[in-house]
Antibody, heavy 121, light 112 residues
Framework: QVQLVQSGSELKKPGASVKISCKTS????????MSWVRQAPGQGLEWMGWINTDTGNPTYAQGFRGRLVFTLDASVNTAYLQISSLKADDSAVYYC??????????????WGQGTLVTVSS | DIVMTQSPDSLAVSLGERATINCKSSQSVFHSSNNKNYLAWYQQKPGQPPKLLIS???TRESGVPDRFSASGSGTDFTLTISSLQAEDVAVYYC????????FGGGTKVEIK
């Protein structure tokens, strides 16, 4: 069955970087785009951008450009989110999410379980 | 930019009663090329990722109970839970995908 399994919680100091993984199985990884969604504590959902899993080309949402890097390792069916220069307000749960029926639309039928990133000195 | 506004922020409904959640987009999410509204609804329970309930404004996902229904077009949309069950306690989000994905602020549904 389809699974998106994310790496575990992270505790980082301000200014550090974090790299979150989203390991997929049960479908052809390179056939469907992968998005990343942020949810700050007690807050709503924010789409951060997506990566074309066939070409590796990323697209970053306007509010997230500059400190994010989306990457892939197609050999292990895994997508990565790296955030640099972490600040306290980067503390959030980060989700990978995909629509496994089309690469033309951006709603999401499969989600990872979420990775909690806490930024604190 | 499109703004998605959900109302109410929260509501408390008795078991077995109807819950209605509204979602308003600041511009139309109806695409005339395919006559579809680019609007989805999700349910999120504490500690879980969102679950897709509805796509294309009114198409229920497989396995979603038929007490969940959705309607609307253009800029105004509604999610209805016809007979609230205890397991429906959650936060519900609308999301437009006409442009880049954008979520509403969420509506928390509780038992009265």
């Amino acid at each position: 069955q389809v699974q998106l399994v994310q790496s575990g919680s992270e505790l980082k100091k301000p200014g550090a970087s974090v790299k979150i993984s989203c390991k997929t199985s049960g479908y052809t990884f390179t056939s469907y785009a992968m998005s990343w969604v942020r949810q700050a504590p007690g807050q709503g959902l924010e789409w951060m951008g997506w990566i074309n899993t066939d070409t590796g080309n990323p697209t970053y949402a306007q509010g997230f450009r500059g400190r994010l890097v989306f990457t892939l390792d197609a050999s292990v069916n895994t997508a990565y989110l790296q955030i640099s220069s972490l600040k306290a307000d980067d503390s959030a749960v980060y989700y990978c999410a995909s629509l496994l029926r089309s690469s033309n639309y951006y709603y999401f039928d499969y989600w990872g379980q979420g990775t909690l990133v806490t930024v604190s000195s | 930019d499109i703004v998605m506004t959900q109302s109410p922020d929260s509501l408390a409904v008795s078991l077995g009663e109807r819950a209605t959640i509204n979602c308003k987009s600041s511009q139309s999410v109806f695409h005339s090329s395919n006559n579809k509204n680019y609007l989805a609804w999700y349910q999120q329970k504490p500690g879980q990722p969102p679950k897709l309930l509805i796509s294309w404004a009114s198409t229920r996902e497989s396995g979603v109970p038929d007490r969940f229904s959705a309607s609307g077009s253009g800029t105004d949309f509604t999610l209805t839970i016809s007979s609230l069950q205890a397991e429906d306690v959650a936060v519900y989000y609308c999301q437009q995908y006409y442009t880049f994905p954008l979520f509403g602020g969420g509506t928390k549904v509780e038992i009265k």
